[in-house]
């Protein structure tokens, strides 16, 4: 890989994507920075007028992404990392959400990557190397009230990384699923969808935005350190718990998640296949 690598980073406007990009910026390297509204990074560029190019790419359009991804690739001549960042949030009970939006909800969250994935793949196989990071939630092993479409759209991405990871590995090409933790990236804000509520669920409401709380969680700039030494590594990990916390609390999940299985083990050892 060149010493100075070209980036392309999705979702780049704001929050992680943002985050990333000014590490990238920073060690150096250039990058293709793609939002569905690039006017975010318009000061950015000004100040890194040979090293970042904003891209408006809306990823849901898939036709628009393989554009894109061409005039990526011909920007600084290659494309060496892929950052498969851009997402939204869709809040609400999964009775109270409309076929509109969980449909739009997935379109960004899962089908928008998976276009990227698809459109830079026949570039990093031509060079023969490059990296794909396919960033997903640390909730993505399991779902939670509130946020059931969020954590689906994750785990269908987390999912099919890991086959793509088997598929391009003899391509040169590494694949990495980040699990990140909770960012103050503004998700919960300007990126969120929230269903209107039915009554039934009220108290679960209640409940559950008492127990998110009002914390922002950390700020984004503080998991670039992490990506940036990821990137460098010549044999990088197929998945990576992003944040000290999250990796604390992936680790309960997977417990918990296997205590069940074998406190149930009796009923499933009936059945022979």
Known sequence: MANVRVWLITGASRGLGRAFTEAALTAGDRVVAAARNVE???????????????????????QAVFDGVERAAT????????????????????????EEQIRAHMDVNFFGAVWVAQA???????????????VTS????????????YGAGKAALDSVSEALAMEV???????????????????????????ESLPQYQPLHTEMEAMWGDAAGPEPDTAAPVIMELAALPDPPRRLIVGSQSFDHVLQMSQTQADLYRSWEHLSRIAPG
């Open 40 to 62: 975010p990074l318009e000061e950015l560029a000004a100040k890194h007028p040979d090293h970042l190019v904003p891209l408006p790419m809306d990823v849901t359009d898939r």
């Open 169 to 195: 590995e003899r391509f040169g090409i590494k694949v990495t699923i980040l699990q990140m933790g909770g960012y103050n990236t503004g998700l919960f804000t300007t990126g969120t969808t929230t269903t």
């Open 138 to 149: 640390m909730g993505s092993g399991g779902g939670m009230a509130t946020v059931g479409f």
């Open 120 to 134: 830079v793949l026949p570039h990093l196989r031509t060079q023969g190397e490059g990296r794909l990071l396919q």
């Open 75 to 98: 920007a600084f001549g290659r494309l060496d990392v892929v950052v498969n960042n851009a997402g939204a949030m869709l809040y609400g009970m999964v009775e109270e959400a409309t």
